[in-house]
């Protein structure tokens, strides 16, 4: 039987210029991967404290929530993170909490004010993925651990002490497996079927 999916937007329009809108997909003891980005590109965590203070929260919201990171790394401009998340509807306040805190404890902190502080080119404040197999959580969890390499930060991920691994992915995989938390027969292409993501 498919996991029931409720989904969230802050547009009450389902479709944008012909196409379908961007959405939050919620769902129960799902493998999530999560990734936003500082407005404009601003190298807001370039330093130390500035990710101590990302750090910080993450571990705070991560664990009032529910969210069991399994890799994340932190870059001088975004963040990506693939986690299990056993709440589907803990999402959008995790990330309200997490997002919020660190956009007002780094503006104290940096020389001039960034408004609407989470936003990538597009607008959105952050992507969320829900994982539908073994083969694309292992992909996430690739393509994260070796975000400092990409950046140019480091040859090896193990040196970047903002990649951070909190799971053995041989084990977190097989673990997900036996708890269902896959979104299998769901296609990669996020609305290939409307029905699958009411909004609310």
Request: glycine residues 6%.
């Amino acid at each position: 039987m498919p996991k029931p999916i409720d989904a969230i937007s802050r547009s009450r329009n389902r479709t944008w210029k012909g196409h379908l809108r961007y959405v939050h997909w919620l769902v129960d003891n799902q493998v999530y991967f999560i990734t936003a980005r500082v407005r404009d590109g601003f190298p807001a965590f370039a330093q130390d404290d500035a990710k101590r203070v990302f750090w910080t929260k993450f571990e705070q919201y991560a664990e009032q929530f529910g969210f069991r990171p399994w890799v994340t790394s932190l870059l001088d401009n975004h963040y990506h993170c693939l986690g299990h998340l056993k709440l589907g509807g803990h999402l959008p306040r995790f990330i309200q909490r997490l997002h919020g805190s660190v956009a007002k404890l780094l503006n104290d902190l940096l020389p001039k004010r960034i408004e609407r502080f989470w936003r990538d080119h597009a607008g959105k404040e952050y992507f969320d993925g829900c994982i539908r197999s073994e083969k694309q959580a292992r992909l996430a969890f690739r393509y994260t651990i070796l975000q400092s390499r990409r950046a140019g930060n480091h040859s090896d991920w193990r040196d970047y002490p903002h990649t951070r691994v909190n799971v053995d992915l041989d084990h977190a995989v097989a673990r997900a497996s036996e708890l269902g938390a896959f979104l299998d027969g769901v296609p990669c292409k996020r609305f290939e079927d409307a029905r699958r993501s009411p909004l609310r």
